[in-house]
């Protein structure tokens, strides 16, 4: 078992309103702490599975795809927007409404452009709002959306990402049962 499924299976479940039930992972919310060797497997994970020939640019949203992005971002040379749930007000700013499972904010893009070739990561992909959401923008935007990775899905539900017809690639596919992580598919989807 490599250490990206024996940390799922490790991860704590909190109960969030309406009883969604969410694991916390050091992946997805920065705790427990990050071990180096979980996060070096996981860039190494997502250098093998994305297509990184064409890419221009990383695009994640802020917070959690931050040190994710950055690692990969460091080990390929390729450059890195981080979409902020601040506004700056800079020519270009494109505002997005961002939805989870379990909230809703407003977020930014800044510094994306079109004809630009896009590699678009996220920690974890839920219901799918978030990274539907990104991507419809940096369509509208007139980015090459040329690949998208989130290191972790969590399966059931609707998933507002296939709904729309775009494809995320996945590390791993988890469910959460009776209050555990159950590992579903630990090759994730391609």
């Known amino acids: 078992m490599d250490r990206l499924e024996r940390s799922l299976r490790e991860a704590p479940i909190v109960e969030k309103d309406d009883g969604y039930q969410y694991f916390v992972h050091p992946i997805s919310d920065g705790i427990p702490n990050l071990d180096p060797g979980l996060l070096r497997e996981i860039v190494i994970r997502i250098i093998r599975k994305a297509d990184l020939a064409e890419v221009d640019k990383i695009v994640t949203p802020a917070a959690m795809g931050i040190h994710i992005s950055t690692a990969v971002s460091l080990m390929t040379d390729i450059p890195l927007t981080v979409i902020r749930k601040r506004e700056y007000g800079l020519d270009g700013e494109v505002a997005i409404a961002q939805q989870t499972g379990y909230s809703e904010n407003e977020m930014f893009i800044n ?25 419809d923008a940096l369509d509208e935007i007139g980015a090459d959306v040329v690949d998208s990775v989130a290191v972790i899905k969590k399966v059931g539900g609707e998933n507002e990402v296939d709904e729309r ?4 690639k996945t590390l791993v596919n988890v469910d959460v049962v009776d209050g555990a992580v159950v590992i579903v598919d630990a090759n994730g989807d391609d």
């Open 111 to 135: 510094d994306v452009h079109e004809g630009e070739r896009v590699l678009v990561l996220d920690d974890v992909l839920s219901t799918g709002g978030t990274l539907a959401s990104v991507i």
């Open 165 to 168: 017809g775009y494809h995320v």
